[in-house]
């Protein structure tokens, strides 16, 4: 890397080369040089410019681009033309903590694509396991903001998840409440101290 050359395999010459690596890791390179598990020399040639992507959930204004990417995509290869994405369907999607991150993704609108037979793509052609971990295993925790107190703090996540509940219950709160785990005369209270009535 340093001397820009390459010795292909069976060669008695060294050929200059021009390029530029490009790396990807989901390892943490600087932790595992301190454990010395991977070559300290190596990981400074390597690490000009580090480009840190966020995982999915947590970039979740990402989606709607993402999947108007892979809608296309799987519009070509499969010959379809999709009319309509259904809010519902995007409501489900901002729900769910994908931990398979982007590959998920794309394997999700791959499937949706294929079963969509009349051009709509709705909440009907997501399989019901992802339905059910979206809405019930919605893993939620706001950035810490430590200008708060811990009593604000969780005020706020509070709130947030009332309005995540209300908005996957399409604003019917027996439902927001079912998906909190709560009676519908708990949820209007609280719904009442946060003022968001």
């Known amino acids: ?31 595992m040089v301190s454990e010395n598990k991977f070559r300290e020399d190596l990981y400074y040639r390597l690490n000009v410019i580090e480009i840190r992507l966020p995982p999915l959930r947590e970039r979740m204004g990402d989606l709607p681009l993402l ?29 769910y903590a994908w931990p398979g991150n982007i590959r998920e993704l794309e394997n ?48 706020a996540l509070e709130r947030a998840l009332i309005q995540k509940a209300l908005k996957a219950a399409e604003g019917v709160q027996k439902h927001a409440a079912e998906l909190l785990g709560l009676k519908t005369t708990t949820l209007n209270e609280m719904l009442k101290r946060h003022k968001m009535r």
């Not at 969509?116 to 903001?145: C, H, M, W, Y």
């Open 67 to 95: 999947v108007d990417h892979f809608l296309r995509k799987f519009e070509a290869a499969n010959q379809k033309k999709i009319e309509v994405v259904e809010p519902s369907f995007m409501e489900i999607l901002e729900l």
């Open 108 to 155: 999700l609108i791959e499937r949706v694509v294929v079963l969509s037979r009349d051009g709509t793509i709705d909440k009907g052609l997501l399989p019901p396991n992802f339905i059910k971990k979206a809405q019930g295993e919605n893993v939620f925790v706001p950035s810490l903001d430590f200008s708060m107190s811990l009593p604000q703090q969780v005020q």
């Open 1 to 31: 890397i340093q001397e820009k050359e390459i010795m292909a395999v069976g060669a008695t010459h060294y050929n200059k080369i021009d390029v530029r690596l490009i790396c990807a890791t989901n390892a943490d390179l600087e932790k």
